[in-house]
C-alpha cells in the first residue's frame, strides 16, 4: 500500500515556467512532509520540508503548499531552470512505532527546457 | 560539510553469491537507516538502527538480508544468496534521533545481479 501517493510522474516545464509536483497521503499521524531532489547517479538531497502547523513554507524559488484537510501538499518551483532537471521525490513520516521512518512518492521526473 | 559515506559505489554480482554494503554516517548521528531504491521508484525502509539497535527491520527480507551496526557507528548490509530482484540502489542515510528530523543521504551502492 502505498502511504504517499505523487503526481505527475513526469513533468516538461519550459525555462522560467513553474513547475507543480502534487502529493497526497491518508495517515493522519503524518507530522513532517519534506521534499527530496535526485540527480542520476546521486542520493536525495533534503530540498525543503514542512510541518502541518503551517499552510505555506518558502525558501527561494521553492513552495511547499499544505492542506491538512485534504492531506495534500505540493511543490512549487517558480522560474525553473534546466539545472533543477532532476527526480523529485515528497515523503512523510511521523510519530509512534515508525518514528523517523520517511515514506516516500514514487517521484517525479522533471525536464526543464532551456 | 560532513556526508555520509558509502561503499563500493557499483557491485556487479552472480546470482546465489553474497554481497556486502557498508555505511559511515555523519558523525553524532545516533539513527541510521537502509533504504533499497527500485530504478524508477521512490526508497523504500529496510532497516532503522537507533545506535546499536534495531528500531525497524519489519520490511527487511530476513531469509537473505542481515544488518548489523555493532558498535553504533559505521554499519554492514548483506545479501546472501542474491536473487535477480534484487537488483538496485542501496541508500543508506543518518540522522539525528526523533522523527521529523532531516535524513541525510549518501551517494548509494548501484548492485547489478546477473
Redesign the interface.
Known sequence: QQQVKQSPQSLIVQKGGISIINCAYENTAFDYFPWYQQFPGKGPALLIAIRPDVSEKKEGRFTISFNKSAKQFSLHIMDSQPGDSATYFCAASGGGSTLGRLYFGRGTQLTVWP | EAE?AQSPRYKITEKSQAVAFWCDPISGHA?L?WYRQIL??????LV?FQDESV??DSQLPKDRFSAERLKGVDSTLKIQPAELGDSAMY?C?S?F????????????T?LLVL
Do not use: C, K, N
Open positions: 555520509v539513527t537507516y524508477g521508484q521512490g526508497p523504500e525502509l532503522q528500531v525497524d541508500l542515510a540522522s534521533p526523533g522523527g521529523g528530523e532531516t535524513q541525510y543521504f549518501g551517494p548509494g548501484r
